[in-house]
Each structure stands twice: as structure tokens, then as C-alpha cells.
């Protein structure tokens, strides 16, 4: 078994040097690995840096983008050269401990060929609070990170995970097969929603996107230089590419929760306390299907975000 490790830069070099040496140390012993190094026009002396490590022995290789290509046609290049069986994609802003990979690589062979990205739990540097534990779509139809854990955790078996909408492509495992397979992260994309179109698309392809729950990382959440610059614009662009998908996930897992906590009046009208009963049924697993209302309502979110882009994007 090999892995390719794909990492993106854009300055930041004291993190990418940090970030390489705690993935060296953490390294699972006789792994059979590579680790690529994909420049994205830095100028911070990032370069001078990889051109040492480019010249010397070890699982390193270099490339260097002549100009500022975005996240996903870093990654991208970076898996077209990989030799693994796995790519692991990795951005340069995480603190890996020992132990971090095992879990992702048993929760991988556990599912086998139904296996997605796999993603593990994130707690961010500075304030050690989880920031991710997978991605759930939120009542208004937007990819939102899930912050909370299962009870019990640490009983859990060291392959223990759940299945998410989607998870962060911040650090995760896919095989390099279904990766290329899928055409890789969409690089109509800028810095963000790249990560949640292609679990999207490995979703309708027969794949989960899961989150090995044993796995735990630190990251230094949203560090590189620009990073939130053109939001609006990926939000939208993941919304009209996947409409009718984003409101089905969302009726399933948030919106009778929001329903629940911020709208049900809990009055004695017939309508209402039916809707709050179906909605209360299913969020605590006791009826298989959201209640209808649920898909209309994140329809009808949607459509109030699309207006809002029109407003203030233009058409």
C-alpha cells in the first residue's frame, strides 16, 4: 500500500515547515509513501526552502506552478503525478500527531469500494475547539462544518466513523483511482466548495463521504492568504450545480432541527403541532422520512440565498 501525500502551498512557511515535520514524525512505520509538494506561486521564501529539499534524499517531490493557480488545480496537479494507491490531501496549516492516519486507512478498508473521501475530527490550533467532524447541509441549503462528537468516543473501536453529506479537503484519504476517475476538484472553484462539490460527486457516483472519528488533527484554520475572499461567489456556484440535491440533504439533517429549536410555536393548531410532532419523529430517528414541508422549506431557502447572489453578484 502507498500513499501520496499532496500538499498545496501558498506562503505561510513557517506552517509548511512545521506542518512537513509533524507529518514525518507522525508517519506510521514501513508506510511506503511520497510526499509532493505543490508551490503555488509563493514569495515568501517558500521556494528557496523546497529547492533544499529537492535536492535531497528522501520521499519528496517538488512542483512548482508558475503562477498562483487556486487550491484546486494545486491538488490536482499534485494527484496527477502521485504514484499511490491512496492520495492524502493535505493543507500545510495542520499539526499531525502519531495516530492520526491509522483510523482513516481501517475506516477506508472497512467500506472498500463504497468508500468516498474519508476525513477525520479537526480542532483548530489557537482554541483547541473541534472545527470539524464532518459537513452537514444546514436549513438554508449551505455546507456547514459539524462540531459535535458521538458519546462514548472513546470506546469506540479505532476504525469507528460516520457517514457525513461531505467532509473539509483540508485532510483526508481518497483513492487516487476515484479521484482522477471524478475528475479531480472542479478548478471553476476558488479556495472553498471545491471539498464539498467533489464528495457531491462521488455521492451520485455510489460513494460516502465519512469521517473516521479516532482521527484527530489540529489546524490552523483558514491561514492561508485569501482564503475567504470569494465565498459568495463558490457558494453560489456549488448551489446552481446542485440544487435539488443540497435541499433533499438539507430536509434530512437540519432543517427539522432549526424547525424544532427556532419556528415551532408549540400551539394547539392542528397544523402546527402536527408538522412539530412529524419533524420531532424524525430528527430523533423514529420516522424514516423528513416531513414535507422540509423539502419546501430548504426550496424555499435556497431560492431566497440565489436572489440574495443575484442582488449582489449580478445575474
Same mark, same amino acid.
Given at each position: 500500500?502507498?500513499?501520496?501525500?499532496?500538499?498545496? =502551498?501558498?506562503? +505561510?512557511?513557517?506552517?509548511?515547515?512545521?506542518?512537513?515535520?509533524?507529518?514525518?514524525?507522525?508517519?506510521?512505520?514501513?508506510?511506503?509513501?511520497? *510526499?509532493?509538494? &505543490?508551490?503555488?506561486?509563493?514569495?515568501?521564501? $517558500?521556494? !528557496?526552502? =523546497?529547492?533544499?529539499?529537492?535536492?535531497?534524499?528522501?520521499?519528496?517531490?517538488?512542483? =512548482?506552478?508558475?503562477?498562483?493557480?487556486?487550491?484546486?488545480?494545486?491538488?490536482?496537479?499534485?494527484?496527477? /503525478?502521485?504514484?499511490?494507491?491512496?492520495?492524502? =490531501?493535505?493543507?500545510?496549516?495542520? &499539526?499531525?500527531?502519531?495516530?492520526?492516519?491509522?483510523? *482513516?486507512?481501517?475506516?477506508?478498508?472497512?467500506? #472498500?469500494?463504497?468508500?468516498?473521501?474519508?476525513?477525520?475530527?479537526?480542532?483548530?490550533?489557537? /482554541?483547541?475547539?473541534? %472545527?470539524?467532524?464532518?459537513?452537514? *447541509?444546514?436549513?438554508? #441549503?449551505?455546507?456547514?462544518?459539524? /462540531?459535535?462528537?458521538?458519546?462514548?468516543?472513546?470506546?469506540?473501536?479505532?476504525?469507528?466513523?460516520?457517514?457525513?453529506?461531505?467532509?473539509?479537503?483540508? +485532510? $483526508?484519504?481518497?483513492?487516487?483511482?476515484?479521484?482522477?476517475?471524478?475528475?479531480?476538484?472542479?478548478?471553476?472553484?476558488?479556495?472553498?466548495?471545491?471539498? &464539498?462539490?467533489? +464528495?457531491?460527486?462521488?455521492?451520485?457516483?455510489?460513494?460516502?463521504?465519512?469521517?473516521?472519528?479516532?482521527?484527530? &488533527?489540529?489546524?490552523?484554520?483558514?491561514?492561508?492568504?485569501?482564503?475567504?475572499?470569494?465565498?459568495?461567489?463558490?457558494?453560489?456556484?456549488? /448551489?446552481?450545480?446542485?440544487?435539488?440535491?443540497?435541499?433533499?440533504?438539507?430536509?434530512?439533517?437540519?432543517? +427539522?432541527?432549526?424547525?424544532?429549536?427556532?419556528?415551532?410555536?408549540?400551539?394547539?393548531?392542528?397544523?402546527?403541532?402536527?408538522? #412539530?410532532?412529524?419533524?420531532?419523529?424524525?430528527?430523533?430517528?423514529?420516522?424514516? %422520512?423528513?416531513?414535507? @414541508? @422540509?423539502?419546501?422549506?430548504?426550496?424555499?431557502?435556497? !431560492?431566497?440565498?440565489?436572489?440574495?447572489?443575484?442582488?449582489?453578484?449580478?445575474?
Amino acid at each position: 500500500m502507498q500513499v501520496s501525500f499532496v500538499i498545496p =502551498l501558498y506562503n +505561510c512557511l513557517p506552517l509548511t515547515q512545521a506542518m512537513v515535520a509533524s507529518l514525518q514524525a507522525a508517519m506510521p512505520s514501513g508506510l511506503t509513501h511520497e *510526499i509532493i509538494l &505543490v508551490d503555488d506561486g509563493s514569495t515568501d521564501g $517558500t521556494r !528557496a526552502w =523546497l529547492g533544499g529539499l529537492a535536492s535531497s534524499p528522501g520521499p519528496f517531490r517538488v512542483i =512548482l506552478n508558475e503562477r498562483n493557480l487556486g487550491y484546486a488545480a494545486a491538488n490536482n496537479r499534485g494527484a496527477a /503525478t502521485a504514484q499511490g494507491e491512496f492520495l492524502g =490531501l493535505l493543507n500545510n496549516d495542520l &499539526v499531525l500527531s502519531p495516530g492520526w492516519l491509522e483510523p *482513516i486507512l481501517g475506516v477506508h478498508q472497512r467500506l #472498500g469500494n463504497r468508500a468516498g473521501l474519508v476525513g477525520n475530527v479537526q480542532r483548530n490550533a489557537r /482554541t483547541a475547539a473541534i %472545527d470539524h467532524a464532518g459537513i452537514f *447541509i444546514n436549513h438554508r #441549503g449551505k455546507p456547514e462544518h459539524d /462540531t459535535s462528537l458521538p458519546l462514548g468516543l472513546q470506546f469506540r473501536s479505532r476504525d469507528a466513523w460516520r457517514q457525513a453529506d461531505a467532509v473539509t479537503g483540508a +485532510c $483526508t484519504l481518497v483513492r487516487r483511482e476515484l479521484f482522477l476517475r471524478l475528475g479531480g476538484f472542479d478548478e471553476g472553484f476558488a479556495n472553498g466548495g471545491e471539498d &464539498v462539490d467533489f +464528495c457531491l460527486r462521488a455521492r451520485a457516483a455510489g460513494h460516502l463521504s465519512a469521517v473516521a472519528l479516532r482521527s484527530l &488533527v489540529l489546524h490552523h484554520v483558514s491561514a492561508s492568504p485569501g482564503r475567504k475572499r470569494r465565498d459568495e461567489q463558490n457558494s453560489r456556484r456549488l /448551489t446552481l450545480r446542485w440544487r435539488p440535491e443540497l435541499a433533499r440533504l438539507g430536509a434530512r439533517s437540519a432543517w +427539522c432541527r432549526h424547525y424544532l429549536e427556532s419556528e415551532w410555536t408549540g400551539s394547539h393548531d392542528a397544523t402546527d403541532y402536527a408538522l #412539530g410532532l412529524q419533524a420531532l419523529l424524525f430528527h430523533l430517528g423514529l420516522r424514516q %422520512d423528513p416531513p414535507t @414541508a @422540509a423539502y419546501a422549506g430548504m426550496q424555499a431557502a435556497i !431560492a431566497g440565498e440565489i436572489a440574495r447572489w443575484d442582488r449582489i453578484l449580478g445575474p
